[in-house]
């Protein structure tokens, strides 16, 4: 075993997972597409540390709670019955951005953490075996071990991976309204629409033929059917979520007016549709030439940041490392990229 470093990025889903017919192996109910971003990463370090007990984590400098412990050791134990070993870990990871806010999302924390642990378990995973493996930790994170434009099939335990799909170039504005942590976590959530939503079955059966338009759309490069279909599912999947007991609601006003300003930038042929996962940020789907005009118009609603298709979770060189929690100075809510990682000596 060795000491290894992953960095994975964020992905955006056009086609919404929500919904599980598996929680132990998190297969989802339907399938769905994203693009994985070049922005708002997580590094993270897997340290095989002795005869320890217990896995350990770090989270942006700090001791980890109970839960995101719980969290991550079930998750370790997955790759641990893979490789045949008991050893227990330290992992130390690093967010760009605030954590639970619905960019530095779980998905690319578990593509990065299944990326560095496979390795330092001496596993020798291809791309679909290690998309399976992130899928265990978080559904999306899955897509987030591809680069671009990823789509996850809901199949069966072997099956159930995500692979790249050919797509035109395009840009996400991002319009963060709101850093702070969501009220109710996807996984939550997430069950309770299935427990309690009676759209909940239509919901799952409209997906399936929303992915099927939508990976035709992108494999004939048709931009204006991709973000027709990003936008109205974006927009089921909030309609569905309210329609819980008890409700959710993750959009708020400030999401809203969003949604509305785009449908009137569109109007006036500034070619953009809105998507939002679950909580209050607003993503917005552009080609690339407007993508500049479009953070213009929109940053009086909060704060814009470009981004487009990135690189999928990749093993950094040994010796880059995110430095353990005592020696680093770091907040707990993130930093930049350059704050959360050091140049060791060679491990
Ligand atoms: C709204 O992947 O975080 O972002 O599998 O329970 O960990 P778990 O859920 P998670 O849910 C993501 C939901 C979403 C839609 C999407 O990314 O497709």
Redo the contacts with the bound molecule.
């Keep these: 075993m060795r000491t290894t470093t992953a960095r994975a990025h964020p ?1 955006i ?1 056009l086609v ?3 919904g ?1 017919r598996d929680e132990e192996r ?1 297969l989802p109910a339907a399938g ?1 597409l ?1 693009m994985t971003l070049d922005a708002f990463e997580t590094t993270t370090t897997v340290v095989p540390d002795g005869d320890r007990s217990a896995d350990v984590l770090e989270l942006n400098g700090r001791a980890a709670d109970a839960e995101q412990t719980e969290r991550i050791a079930r998750f370790l134990d997955h790759v641990r019955a893979l490789a045949g070993s008991a050893q227990r870990v330290i992992v130390r990871s690093h967010n760009s951005v605030p954590t639970g806010a619905g960019l530095a ?3 690319s924390g578990f593509a990065a953490l299944a990326t560095a642990a496979a390795t330092a378990f001496d596993l020798d995973l291809d791309n679909p075996a290690l998309s399976r493996l992130a899928r265990l930790g ?4 899955c897509r987030s071990v591809v680069p671009g434009m990823a789509v996850w099939h809901a199949g069966d335990d072997e099956s159930s991976f995500a692979e790249p799909v050919r797509a035109p170039d395009m840009r996400m504005v991002i319009v963060t309204v709101d850093r702070g942590r969501k009220p109710v976590s ?2 939550t959530a ?1 069950r309770l629409t299935a427990a309690t939503s009676p759209f909940y079955p239509a919901w799952v059966s409209s997906t399936e033929q929303s992915l099927s338009e939508m990976v035709e759309a992108c494999q004939t490069g048709d931009f204006t059917r991709i973000g027709e279909i990003t936008e109205s599912h974006a927009l089921r ?1 909030h309609a569905l979520i309210q329609s819980t007991t008890p409700p959710i609601r993750f959009l708020r006003p400030a999401s809203v007016a969003i949604f509305d300003t785009v449908a009137e930038l569109r109007s006036n042929g500034l070619e953009a549709y809105a998507t939002a ?2 909580g209050p940020n607003v993503a917005v789907l552009v080609r690339p030439d407007d993508a500049a005009a479009l953070a213009g118009e929109l940053d009086d609603l909060g704060q814009v940041r470009i981004v487009g298709p990135g690189p999928g979770a990749q093993l950094l060189p040994e010796g880059l490392e995110v430095p353990a929690a005592t020696a680093h100075k770091g907040t707990a809510q993130g930093g930049t990229a350059q704050e959360g990682i050091t140049q060791e000596g060679p491990a």
């Excluded at 978080?138 to 994170?141: E, N």
Aim: zero cysteines.
């Design positions: 992905n889903a919404k997972y929500w599980k998190i769905s994203s999302s779980s998905a978080s559904g999306s994170a996807s996984r997430m999947m996962d679950a």
